[in-house]
C-alpha cells in the first residue's frame, strides 16, 4: 500500500464501522463509513464523476464499475459484497435506459466494504474528447452550458419568496451554484414548468452564471453548434454536450455569393449600395439558420435543444455576422469594430435555436487576420508549443501565425484567388472532374493524373470508364501546386518561373504561345462542347507565382520578427491545405524548408477551434488573452515585405535554401532563362485581395 | 485658520509657487501650484464637481464661483487677479450658452493665488434633488445612466485593437470606468459615430458598467422616465438624468379595463381565455409607449434620450408588464413568478425609448405586495425612522408597511373598493360634479358641501352657478368618508354602524328605507335624467365598515407582530390617501390613534419611488436589501385577523380608544342600536379582493 497517497475522507467514529474505498483510475483513495453511497464518497475525494440528476437515479451519467479481486497494488481486498446489491431505483433505470452488467449506478450503490471502484471514461464530467490527429491534443469537455436536475421548494404564503428565488436557492444548495440570473424569457415559462414537473425541473445554467432554459422534470440533453462562416461556405458541426461527440455536420454556400464573388467586392458593394450590409447580414442569417434545420434534422433532436453556439470567420465574415458594416476593413488602416470575443444571446443574432441559447463568437486578431485565426491558434495550440510553429492558413488571403510558448506573431498575405483555380486557364474549384495530382515522367516528359472521383491514375486501365461520368473539366487547386512542382522537377520550368521553350525540342507538349511557351496537360476530346483541351500557361504559372510569393514573403516577414531562420513545425489550415502534398508545396516554395515529416494537415482547424470553445467554456479565456498577446504585422505597411516578396518569386526560391527537402527530393540545380519577359504580369502590380 | 480641517494637494516643489484653494460649502482646502486648474484641484481633493466633457470647457457643467475678498475664517484674502481671467474657450461656452457673469469654468480657471471657490448646488455631481414635502428627505442626484465625452485613440493598423477596444481604454483613461462592456446594437453605430464626431464622442454607461449608447461629438443631454403601472392608471414622470428635475408628467387610463376593471377580474380572465395574458401584456405596453410619446412631447425631447426607465407596480400589473402568467397570484398561495428586482433592456418590454435604454422594475415583497410598496418604502422610508412609523397605500387593498429602522412588516388587506365610491349608492369616481368635502351641522342636522371643481361650499352665494357645468352628480372617496364621519358626530350614526332611525324625528333627512333609514344628502332636482338624489343608505355605511375594518384590522394584526400598542407617524399614500381628511379618516378608525400631526399624506409615494430609484442608483440596492428584510404577513391565513377585524367595525372601533383624535375632535360616547340586523351583509361574507 503506497505511503504517498493521502487518505481522506469521513472522520471515524466509534459506532460507524469504516471501509476503504480506492477509485481508478484516479488512483484516490478515503475510508467512509459502511453505507455511504459511492458517488458521495467520489465527491468529497474530488473523483471527476458527471451527474446531471443530483444523484436521484434517473440520469444514468455516474455509472461506476466496482472492480471485484484482491488488489494488492491497493492493500485491498475488493469482494462483491462490498458494495450494496441494485435497488429498486437502479433496476427501474436499467429497465428504461439499458446498462451494462458490469456497471452501477454510483448514487444508488452503498459501500458496504472495502472497494475497488473504476470510474470508465464516460461517466467523467471532465471527459477528453478524443482527436484523431496524433499531433494535437485532446479536447477535455466543459461545456458552458450545463444541465441541472433541482427539486424546489413549493411556496408558502408565509415566506412568500418567488418561485425564481427559491429556484435559485435550490441550485446553490443542490449544485453549490451561487449568484445566479435569470433571462426574462425563461422567467416567463417558469412558473408553470416547475407546476407541470411537480417541483422538480432541469435548468440549463450559461456559464455558472445565468439561468437560460427550463424544462418540466428530468431533461438530459444538451447540444451545441460549432459554426466557420467562410466566405464561400458555412460549415457547421452539431455536438452533444454531454460527450462532446460530433452528431451531425452540414455545409451550405455563403449566399453573400450573390453580392461579390470574394471579401473586397462584397465590402465594395456596401460602399456602392446603402442599406448592403443589412442585406449581407440577412443573407448569413437566413443561411445559419438553414444550416440549424439541417444539423438538427440529420441528428434528429429538437433545435430548441441547442442552447450554445460558437462561430469563426474572417473580419469581414465576423462584422457582416454581427450586424456590423465592414466598410472600415476595405482600407486602411483597417480597423475593427470590435476585436474581443463577444458572447451573445442568439436571438441578438435572429440565430433560431433555443430563445434564450447563447452565442459565443472569438475574438479577432487584426484587421486581416480574425476569429477564424483565433480559431486555428485554438486548434492547433502554436502557443502551447516548444517547437518554433509554423501555421499557416491558405485562401484567397493567407493567415499566417508563427511562434512558440514564448512570443507569436501572425499576419495576413494577399496570395490571390490562383490556389483556388481562380485566375488560372485551366483552373477550376475543387469539384468531381478536376485534376488533383499530376505527375511528369522526367524521361519522356509525358504526364500523368488523377481526376476527383476516381483512384486510378490516368494512365492506369479503366480510368476512361471510371472518370466517363466527370469527364476531366480542369485543375483544381491542388493539382495546379502538382503540375508546376512536376514541371519544375523535370526541366520544364526554370528557376525564375519560365516555361523552358528549349524542352520543346523534347516534347510536343511544350508549344509556343505568343512569345511565351505552354505546356500541354490533357487534349481534351477535340469537341468545343466535350472535354477541354487543359495546357499550363506562362500566365498561370505567374499566377501562381505570385500567390505563393507572398504567402512566403508573409512567413518570412514573421521568421524576421522572431529573429529565426527555420521553423520546425508546419501545420497547413483550411480545405486547401488538407489537400496538398505538402511536398509539392515545399518544392514550389509556398512554405519553408523544414523536415518534411514536421508538416502536417490540420484540415478545418478554423472550424475545430469553433468546436472547441463550444466544448471547453475555459478556452474562451485562453483564446482571448493570447489574441491580446499576439505580436500583429500588417504586411501591407511593411518595406522587407516587398524584397521578401521579390526574392520569393523564384521556384522554390530565388536565395533561400532548402536542405531539408533535397534531402527527400532531388532538386534540379537553379537555372535562368537568359532575358526576362516585360511583358508578363510580374511582382510590380500588386492589390490587397481577400480570401474567399 | 482650522487646524483641523487637513491640507493636501500637489506636493510643493522648489520651483512651483504654491496658492492655497478653499472650496465651499465643503469647506476642503490644500495647496496647489500656480497653474492648477480649480477643477483639477477640486477632484483631487474629492470635492464634488460635475463634468461631462471632461474639462474641455464644452458642456458647462462645472461652473464655480470665486469669492473675492478677505476671509478670516479661512486665513485667506481671495483675490480677483487669483484666477486667471477668462480665456477663449470660456468666452465660446459663455456665448452659446449664456453663463451667469460672476461664474466661471473650473476647467478653465487657473489657481493664480490664495482663493475661496463655492460650488454652487447645479454644479455638484450629487447635488440633491428637493422633494416639496418636509418629513422625507431629499433625493441625492446619482443616476444609474451617466454621460461622458471622450477622445479616443485614431486606429493604428500596427497596433490592430478594434474601435471598440480603444473606446474602452479611453473611458479608463479619461473617466476610471473599468471592466467595461458594450450592447451589439451600440457597436453595430460605433465606427460611424466615432468618425462622425471625428474621434470624439459621448456615450453613456449604464451602472459604470455598460455602454450602452453613443453619439458623435458632444451631447449634454440624457432623460430617465419613472413609471408606476397603476391598474386603473398609468403615470409616467420624464426627469432630466443632470439635474433631477421633473421635464414632464402624464397620464393614462390602463387599457387593460377593457379585460376586466378590478385586478381579480383581469386575473380570472387569463384563466378562462388562453393567451389573454399575452393581450394584456401587449395592451400595457402600447399604452407605455403613448405615455412615451406623451411625455417626450410634452418636454419637447427625442424619445431616443430617455435611457433609463424605472417602474412600479402591484404583483399583477408588475407580472403582466413583464410578459408573466399572472394567474398564480389569483389563488393560495399566491407565488409570485419572481421577488428580486429586475435590470433588463427597454426592448425587452418592447418600451420605445432609446434602443439599448436599460429598465429597472422594483423589486416585489409579497403575492399581494408589489412593487408599488417597495416603492412606497423608497419614498417614505420608514425602514430609516426612528419613530414607529405606519404607512398606508389604501386602493382596493391596502398595503401596509409599519416598523422603524430595528424591524420592517408589511401585509395587504382587502379593503374592497368602497374607499373609491363603487358599492356605495351615490358613490363615484373622482371627477368634477363629485362630492369631496361634507360638513353636517350639529343642530340642524343640515349637510353643506363642495364639489369637484368649485372652491365654493353649497350653501355660499354663487355655488349652483359655479356648479351649473358639472352639476352635483355623486360622492367620491374623500366625500364619503367624510358624510360618515360627520354623520358619526351628529349622532346620526351609532357606534356600531347603524343609522340612527330615532334621528328622523330631529330631521327630514333620516327616512326610513325598508327595514333600515337613509340620510337624504342631496335633493338633486327631481327629474329622473338630471341631477340625481344622493343619499347614504345603511348597505353604504356596512360597504365602508367592511373596508375600514379590514384595514384596520391589517394594521392591528401588524402592531400585535411588532408588539406595539401605538404607532407614532402615519403617512397616507396614494390618490385616496392625498385626497382624505387624516381627521376623518382617524374618526371612522380607518388608522389607529395618533397625533394629528404626525399624520401626513405621502402623494404618489409608489411614483416618487419610482423617481428615486430613477435618480440615484444606489437606492435599488437599498431597496432590494430593505425588501428582503422586511417580514411579510399573510392576512388571510392569519387566526388573528377576523378578530380584529370584527372588533374594528365599530365606529371609530368597538373597543379601541383614541385619546389623540379625543383631543382634537369632539367624539360621542359609545352607542349601540338594541337589535342587530340579521339582513345585512355584515362581517361574515367576505372575500380577498385585490386594488383596483
Known amino acids: ?30 475510508r467512509f463509513p459502511v453505507g455511504t453511497p459511492v458517488l458521495k464518497a467520489a465527491r468529497s475525494l474530488g473523483v471527476d464523476i ?12 455516474c455509472q461506476i464499475q466496482p472492480e471485484i479481486g484482491d488488489f494488492a497494488k491497493h492493500g485491498i481486498s475488493s469482494r462483491a459484497e462490498n458494495v450494496s446489491p441494485g435497488n429498486e431505483v437502479e433496476a427501474r433505470y436499467a429497465k428504461k435506459r439499458g446498462m451494462k452488467a458490469d456497471r452501477r449506478l454510483s448514487c444508488q450503490s452503498l459501500v458496504q466494504g472495502d472497494l475497488v471502484v473504476d470510474v470508465p471514461a464516460d461517466s467523467q464530467v471532465h471527459k477528453q474528447v478524443v482527436r484523431k490527429r496524433a499531433e494535437v491534443r485532446d479536447i477535455e469537455l466543459d461545456p458552458a452550458m450545463r444541465l441541472h436536475y433541482v427539486e424546489v421548494e413549493e411556496p408558502d404564503m408565509h415566506n412568500p419568496t418567488g418561485d425564481l428565488e427559491r429556484l435559485i436557492a435550490a441550485l446553490k444548495s ?3 451554484l451561487t449568484d445566479l440570473e435569470c433571462d426574462l424569457r425563461t422567467l416567463q415559462g417558469l412558473q408553470q414548468a416547475l407546476r407541470k414537473g411537480e417541483w422538480k425541473v432541469t435548468v440549463a445554467v450559461h456559464r455558472g452564471q445565468v439561468i437560460t432554459a427550463i424544462w418540466p422534470g428530468f431533461q438530459g440533453n444538451a447540444y451545441g453548434m460549432a459554426v466557420d462562416v467562410g466566405s464561400t461556405t458555412i460549415a457547421a458541426h452539431l455536438c452533444d454536450l454531454q460527450t462532446g461527440e460530433v452528431l451531425a455536420s452540414s455545409g451550405v454556400m455563403n449566399p453573400q455569393i450573390r453580392f461579390g464573388e470574394d471579401l473586397m467586392s462584397r465590402v465594395s458593394y456596401v460602399m456602392m449600395n446603402p442599406g448592403g450590409d443589412r442585406a449581407m447580414t440577412a443573407a448569413v442569417r437566413d443561411a445559419l439558420n438553414t444550416l440549424t434545420e439541417a444539423v438538427a434534422e440529420e441528428a434528429g433532436i429538437d433545435r430548441t435543444l441547442i442552447l ?7 473580419p469581414i465574415m465576423h462584422h457582416l455576422l454581427l450586424g456590423m458594416d465592414p466598410t472600415e476593413l476595405g482600407g486602411a488602416p483597417f480597423a475593427l469594430a470590435a476585436n474581443s470575443g463577444m458572447t451573445l444571446w442568439a436571438t441578438e443574432l435572429e440565430l433560431n435555436i433555443n430563445q434564450d441559447g ?16 483565433a480559431g486555428v491558434i485554438l486548434s492547433e495550440q502554436p502557443h502551447l508549443a516548444e517547437d518554433i510553429t509554423l501555421v499557416v492558413d491558405v485562401g484567397t488571403n493567407a493567415e499566417i501565425v508563427l ?17 483556388e483555380g481562380a485566375q488560372i ?8 472532374g478536376a485534376i488533383e495530382r499530376v505527375r511528369i515522367d522526367p524521361e519522356t516528359l509525358e504526364p500523368r493524373f488523377k481526376v476527383i472521383g476516381s483512384d486510378l491514375w490516368s494512365d492506369e486501365p479503366g480510368f476512361a470508364a471510371e472518370t466517363k461520368k466527370t469527364g476531366v473539366t480542369g485543375v483544381c487547386g491542388s493539382g495546379i501546386i502538382e503540375v508546376l512542382a512536376e514541371m519544375f522537377l523535370a526541366g520544364l520550368l526554370l528557376t525564375d518561373g519560365t516555361i523552358n521553350g528549349e524542352m520543346a525540342a523534347k516534347t510536343p507538349r511544350i508549344q509556343p504561345d505568343g512569345r511565351t511557351f505552354s505546356y500541354l496537360l490533357h487534349e481534351g476530346d477535340g469537341k468545343g462542347d466535350g472535354e477541354p483541351e487543359l495546357r499550363i500557361t506562362q500566365n498561370d504559372v505567374r499566377a501562381i507565382q505570385l500567390g505563393k510569393a507572398a504567402l512566403y514573403a508573409g512567413i518570412r516577414l514573421l521568421m524576421d520578427r522572431l529573429g529565426v531562420e527555420q521553423v520546425e513545425r508546419i501545420m497547413l489550415a483550411g480545405a486547401f491545405g488538407s489537400h496538398i502534398d505538402v511536398k509539392y508545396a515545399m518544392i514550389l516554395g509556398m512554405i519553408p524548408d523544414c523536415p518534411l515529416e514536421k508538416v502536417h494537415s490540420a484540415g478545418n482547424a478554423a472550424g475545430t477551434g469553433a468546436r472547441i470553445a463550444l466544448l471547453n467554456q475555459k478556452t474562451r479565456d485562453d483564446i482571448e488573452s493570447v489574441v491580446k498577446k499576439v505580436e500583429k504585422i500588417e504586411t501591407a505597411v511593411e518595406a522587407k515585405f516587398q524584397e521578401h516578396f521579390v526574392q520569393a518569386m523564384g521556384i522554390p526560391h530565388t536565395t533561400a535554401v532548402f536542405p531539408h527537402l533535397a534531402e527527400a527530393v532531388e532538386l534540379p540545380a537553379p537555372s535562368v532563362k537568359a532575358a526576362p519577359e516585360g511583358d508578363e504580369d510580374g511582382g510590380g502590380r500588386r492589390r490587397r485581395r481577400r480570401r474567399s
Open 1 to 30: 500500500m503506497s505511503e504517498t497517497l493521502k487518505e481522506i475522507g469521513e472522520p471515524a467514529t466509534k459506532e460507524a464501522k469504516q471501509a476503504l474505498v480506492v477509485f481508478t483510475p484516479s488512483g484516490r483513495r478515503g
Open 50 to 61: 458527471d451527474s446531471v440528476c443530483g444523484g436521484r437515479g434517473i440520469c444514468g451519467r
Open 174 to 176: 443542490q449544485w453549490s
Open 308 to 314: 450554445n453556439a460558437t462561430f469563426v470567420g474572417n
Open 358 to 373: 447563447r452565442v459565443y463568437v472569438l475574438p479577432c486578431i487584426a484587421g486581416h487576420v480574425g476569429a477564424d485565426t
Open 403 to 419: 511562434g512558440n510558448k514564448q512570443r507569436l506573431l501572425a499576419c495576413s498575405s494577399p496570395t490571390g484567388p490562383a490556389f
Open 425 to 432: 486557364s485551366c483552373g477550376q474549384r475543387a469539384a468531381p
